[in-house]
């Protein structure tokens, strides 16, 4: 009898052990919450459908989203950082990532990345642009969209001046001399109504001849700005438009947002950012009929590089919940995104997004969104650095440094050795800084 009372109380208590134990797992479980930080406030609504889509797939995770506006966000986050009080998932921008990876503020992912049908899912060149503008040999964000440069082009003056299309087989050749003729005065007063090209110092206006050429501004291995002889033959050949007077110089179009020159028929070519897809539906005329082509490739590339940069999310390197945040960052970017979330023109990095026939939209122009899709899976550069809004003229400081060293040479302040004499100097002091 004794045996057997003794017996029922050890089950009895490995019974309440277990019972107990998957009680605090469930308790666990229950207890897990991730914070997500994003810059986007038009999400919002969006950011809650996927917050509880998620949510109801996995009820013992909970999601609170916190927007911030681009303005705030890297000061709020990088007080948080300093804090240690990152939030588990957030947007991370390439411009910004290399100085976060270096500082350990964001979690590496190379074993959820490589452990899981990560790269069947999302284009791996984009996985790789990425790990280049990190400056590591490691992942530290999934991208959830691409930024890229085609070549916008007008078919209406092309039509009227008599030129064939461009295409991919496109030289810089047939680019300049298409430049030429398209290049106009309609009522021979001495004045240019249509520019062949319009470019200015920006770097999504510059660097795509750099990379289409096969070339570079900074020398990786020294990082400091140093043109290689593919990188001088794109900047000249750039120059030579506006000595030519087939793009204008960019004080001639100073009082025109940038965006809207091309749309509002003053350029007949134009490269810039994808995402001005969306602006020039906004802005063309509706009987406008325009295009989209890659960036022509240069006489001296042995290898053609796109130009191109992702929007990312990365992880916080003290989360509790790593393996959490990380399914959750791989939802979102992923099987949780929708065409809705993007920006006309800008691609998700999930393949079944982008190659489906909404991305496509046969309904709008242009008619060649194939070619985003083509540059989404090819090889990508960037000219991103830590100190690259300084080093090469963005935002508040775009006058300056090397975009206002190109303005300066289109304006004709300067010629252009002379402007990369001046940016040699300039330029390399301030990645001196950053890299010693």
Request: charged share 25%; glycine share 6%.
């Amino acid at each position: 009898m004794k045996k057997s009372l003794i017996f029922l109380s050890i089950l009895l208590f490995a019974f309440t052990s277990v019972y107990a134990n998957g009680a605090q797992e469930v308790a666990e479980k229950e207890d897990v919450v991730l914070e997500w930080w994003t810059w986007d406030a038009d999400l919002k609504d969006k950011n809650q459908e996927i917050i509880a889509q998620y949510e109801a797939e996995h009820p013992n995770v909970k999601i609170n989203n916190t927007i911030v506006s681009t303005k705030e966000y890297w000061t709020k986050i990088r007080i948080l950082a300093n804090q240690n009080k990152l939030p588990d998932v957030f947007t991370m921008s390439s411009g910004s990532l290399e100085e976060w990876a270096e500082n350990g503020l964001v979690l590496e992912l190379d074993d959820y990345i490589n452990s899981d049908n990560t790269r069947e899912v999302f284009y791996n060149d984009m996985l790789e642009a990425v790990k280049g503008v990190s400056n590591t040999d490691h992942y530290y964000a999934l991208p959830f969209a691409l930024v890229t440069t085609p070549l916008y082009y007008n078919k209406d003056a092309f039509d009227a001046a008599g030129v064939a299309y461009p295409d991919a087989d496109w030289t810089w050749d047939e680019f300049k001399e298409a430049a030429k003729k398209l290049t106009v005065d309609n009522n021979n007063d001495g004045k240019t109504d249509q520019y062949g090209f319009w470019f200015y110092g920006r770097y999504a206006h510059v660097e795509p001849w750099v990379y289409a050429n096969g070339g570079r501004l900074l020398n990786k291995d020294t990082m400091r700005f140093d043109p290689d002889s593919q990188a001088l033959e794109a900047l000249e050949m750039l120059a030579s438009l506006v000595d030519n007077g087939y793009a204008p110089a960019q004080k001639d179009m100073s009082s025109v947002r940038q965006q809207d020159v091309f749309p509002m028929g003053m350029a007949a070519m134009w490269i810039d950012g994808s995402w001005n897809i969306d602006n020039n539906r906004k802005v063309a005329d509706p009987s406008m009929n325009w295009g989209i082509t890659r960036v022509p490739v240069g006489p001296s590339a042995d290898v053609s590089y796109t130009y191109a940069w992702t929007d990312s999310y990365s992880i916080a390197p003290n989360t509790k919940n790593p393996k959490e945040a990380w399914e959750f960052t791989k939802f979102v970017a992923g099987d949780g995104a929708s065409l809705d979330m993007y920006l006309a023109g800008k691609i998700p990095a999930f393949k079944a997004l982008t190659e489906s026939d909404e991305f496509s939209d046969a309904s709008q122009l242009p008619a060649e969104m194939n070619v985003l899709i083509e540059q989404a899976g090819s090889p990508m550069r960037t000219s991103f650095t830590k100190g690259w809004s300084e080093w090469r003229g963005y935002g508040a400081a775009e006058a300056l440094g090397f975009n206002g060293l190109i303005d300066g040479v289109t304006n004709g302040e300067m010629t252009l050795e002379e402007a990369l004499t001046k940016g040699e100097k300039s330029i390399n002091t301030v990645l001196a800084r950053y890299y010693k």
